[in-house]
């Protein structure tokens, strides 16, 4: 079992910067790719980035590709998405999900993710 609490989140001008955090108990974190999600008021969930249970693949969803930076500490079962330049068509609702232990490549569909957080609120004011 994974459990993940996200933090990080606020308000920020455009232009801003946010570091959103994703800790995670459980002995097998290490084993999962582990995806950020968000969410908009009327807007279904959508992926925003993700990275490989070895931190060494990531992926990004072309509105956040090269703004965002998603990485991960093992050592310390922690996954940080790195927010620049942000926009206010980023504010939602930020879910830090995990697929299950040993499932091959990372995912960006929402229902691949097996563990979710409870969600960071980020708004970007124009």
């Known amino acids: 079992q994974v459990q993940l609490v996200e933090s990080g989140g606020g308000l920020v001008q455009a232009g801003g910067s946010l570091r959103l955090s994703c800790a995670a108990s459980?002995?097998?974190?290490?084993?999962?790719?582990v995806g950020w999600f968000r969410q908009a008021p009327g807007n279904e969930r959508e992926f925003v980035a993700a990275?490989?249970?070895?931190?060494?693949?990531?992926g990004y969803a072309d509105s956040v590709k090269d703004r965002f930076t998603i990485s991960r500490d093992n050592g310390k079962n922690t996954v940080v998405l790195q927010m620049n330049t942000l926009k206010p068509d980023d504010t939602a609702n930020y879910y830090c999900?995990?697929?299950?232990?040993?499932?091959?490549?990372?995912?960006?569909?929402?229902?691949?993710?097996?563990?979710w957080g409870q969600g960071t609120q980020v708004t970007v004011s124009s």
């Open positions: 999900a995990a697929r299950r232990p040993y499932a091959i490549g990372i995912r960006r569909v929402p229902n691949e993710y097996d563990y």
């Open positions: 459980g002995r097998t974190f290490s084993s999962s790719a």
């Open positions: 990275v490989s249970a070895n931190g060494g693949i990531t």
